[in-house]
């Protein structure tokens, strides 16, 4: 089995994680975005999120198969100690281990950075339904993040209506006075 390497994003990368996003996007319920960004915008999003938060890549024989990222979970400060995490895989690459040496990955940094809170944002069925299914939930669950919230029926791609779950996970203790938080360099 090869050797799973986990980097910080290069610009070199950006089509690949955008082509890894297509499929999502064309395929799937698990985004609620029906157009594949451009490559600008894509390149975009990527700069905004580096600026604060780290976004990391899989690579495995030296092909990017995979990445995940921080991001604000809320603009107000109040809320700077919480992150929403997003994480995609090539969609041949799922199952494999990599998802999770990702987030692993991902984790070390945030808390390193001094956030206390992580929280990810699921699509999933409202019913039995082909563009999404319960994975990325129990996915979530396996590495320890609870349930915390459903909406119903909120997001409606491909003449479907989809179901959203909010789960959280932990990673700081909440100290009083709360932890000044680091930006390095990602």
Request: with cysteine.
């Amino acid at each position: 089995m090869s050797e799973v390497l986990i980097r910080p994003v290069q610009k070199a990368d950006i089509e690949t994680l955008r082509q890894i996003y297509a499929y999502y996007v064309e395929k799937t319920a698990i985004t609620f975005e029906y157009k594949v960004p451009t490559l600008p915008e894509f390149t975009e999003r990527i700069e905004q999120i580096t600026a604060t938060y780290p976004y990391l890549v899989a690579v495995k024989d030296n092909v990017v198969v995979g990445f995940a990222y921080a991001a604000s979970f809320n603009h107000r400060e109040a809320y700077k100690w919480a992150v929403e995490v997003t994480i995609y895989l090539d969609h041949a690459s799922r199952g494999g281990g990599i998802g999770k040496k990702l987030y692993q990955a991902l984790e070390k940094k945030l808390k390193f950075q001094g956030i206390q809170n992580i929280n990810a944002c699921i699509s999933v069925p409202a019913t039995n339904e082909a563009h999404v299914d319960y994975a990325s939930m129990h996915f979530h669950e396996h590495l320890g993040y609870r349930l915390v919230g459903r909406f119903h029926s909120c997001g409606y791609k491909f003449d479907t209506w989809y179901d959203m779950v909010w789960m959280e996970k932990f990673i700081g203790t909440h100290p009083v006075p709360a932890p000044p938080l680091d930006k390095p360099k990602f």
